[in-house]
């Protein structure tokens, strides 16, 4: 990965780390490492390419929580 990519995934680490927010780090693709970040009510997907570019995309939560009865629609609604 280049200086530019590697530098901002350990600078944006390190502001989830002071601010205490909880991530998680994933390679999906070859051009790219995501950081999940998890805070209440939301988490983040930041994409952090090789060329040092950064794409953030916000997941919320609508508040609802359902029962176990709903996991097996869910799965079957993204199954493959």
Do not use: C
């Amino acid at each position: 990965m280049k200086s530019g990519g590697t530098e901002k995934i350990f600078s944006i680490i390190e502001s989830l780390q002071q601010a205490k927010i909880s991530y998680t780090l994933s390679v999906s693709r070859e051009d790219a490492v995501t950081i999940l970040a998890l805070v209440p009510g939301h988490y983040w997907e930041i994409d952090v390419y090789k060329n040092g570019d950064v794409e953030v995309e916000v997941f919320s939560s609508n508040g609802e929580i359902m029962d176990e009865s709903q996991l097996a629609a869910l799965i079957t609604k993204f199954s493959d």
